[in-house]
C-alpha cells in the first residue's frame, strides 16, 4: 500500500537557522498539507496546498514558513528562521480530495 | 468556531473489557469527522470515517447530531488496541482537519 514518506526523522537546528522538511506524496493524491504537533499538544493545521498553490493556511502560518513543490514528486516545508517554540513535530499529509487525508510518519524538529 | 474535545487524557480498561472514547465538537455547518489512531512510534492513520458506516478492527462510531458527539466503541478491547486516538473534524471548505488533544488507550491483560 502507497504511504507518505518523510525526511528527514529527526533534525537539529540552532535558533535562526533555516530548515527544509520533505515530504513525498502519495502519488496520485492533488491535496498537500502540514500540520505540527508540540509536545504534549494537539496536532495543529498549518497549510494546504493544492494546484501548485495554498489554499489555506492558518495564523501559525506565518512569512517564515513557506511551502513548494519543487518536481512532480516532492512537497517541502521550509521554516526561513527557526525559533525554540518551532520544536514540534512535523506531519505531512496528503489526499485524492480534501478528506481522507493520509499522514507522514512525521519530522522531529529540534531548535535548540 | 469550530472545536473538538476529547475530554479524557488516559483511558485504561482490561482486555475483554467495553471501550467508549468520547468526542464532541462544535460546528456550525454539516459535520465531517474521523477517528484517528497512532501507535506507538508510528505515523498518525485513519481508522473510521462517519459517512462510511463501516466498522473497522472492531471499532464503530456514530455521529450524534443532536448531542454534537461522535464517541469510538469497541464491545471489547483487545490489547493491541492500546494507542493514542484523535478525533477529528473536517473544516469543510477550508481543506484542514481540526483535531482533539487525543485520548490514550490503554488495555492491559
Known amino acids: 500500500e502507497p504511504e507518505v514518506t518523510q525526511t528527514p526523522s529527526h533534525q537539529v537546528t540552532q535558533m535562526g537557522q533555516e530548515v527544509i522538511l520533505r515530504c513525498v506524496p502519495i502519488s496520485n493524491h492533488l491535496y498537500f498539507y502540514w500540520y505540527r504537533q508540540i509536545l504534549g499538544q494537539k496536532v495543529e493545521f498549518l497549510v494546504s496546498?493544492?494546484?501548485?498553490?495554498?489554499?489555506?493556511k492558518s495564523e501559525i502560518f506565518d512569512d517564515q514558513f513557506s511551502v513548494e513543490r519543487p518536481d512532480g514528486s516532492n512537497f517541502t516545508l521550509k521554516i526561513r528562521s527557526t525559533k525554540l517554540e518551532d520544536s514540534a513535530m512535523y506531519f505531512c499529509a496528503s489526499s485524492t480530495q480534501y478528506y481522507e487525508q493520509y499522514f507522514g510518519p512525521g519530522t522531529r524538529l529540534t531548535v535548540t | 468556531a469550530q472545536r473538538v474535545t476529547q475530554p479524557e487524557k488516559l483511558l485504561s480498561v482490561f482486555k475483554g473489557a467495553p471501550v467508549e472514547l468520547k468526542c464532541n465538537y462544535s460546528y456550525s455547518g454539516s459535520p465531517e469527522l474521523f477517528w484517528y489512531v497512532q501507535y506507538s512510534r508510528q505515523r498518525l492513520q485513519l481508522l473510521l470515517r462517519h459517512i462510511s458506516r463501516e466498522s473497522i478492527k472492531g471499532f464503530t462510531a456514530d455521529l450524534n447530531k443532536g448531542e454534537t458527539s461522535f464517541h469510538l466503541k469497541k464491545p471489547f478491547a483487545q490489547e493491541e488496541d492500546s494507542a493514542m486516538y484523535y478525533c477529528?473534524?473536517?473544516?469543510?471548505?477550508?481543506?484542514?482537519?481540526?483535531f482533539g488533544t487525543g485520548t490514550r488507550l490503554l488495555v492491559s491483560p
Open positions: 496546498f493544492y494546484n501548485n498553490e495554498i489554499s489555506e
Open positions: 477529528a473534524l473536517l473544516y469543510s471548505g477550508f481543506q484542514k482537519l481540526v
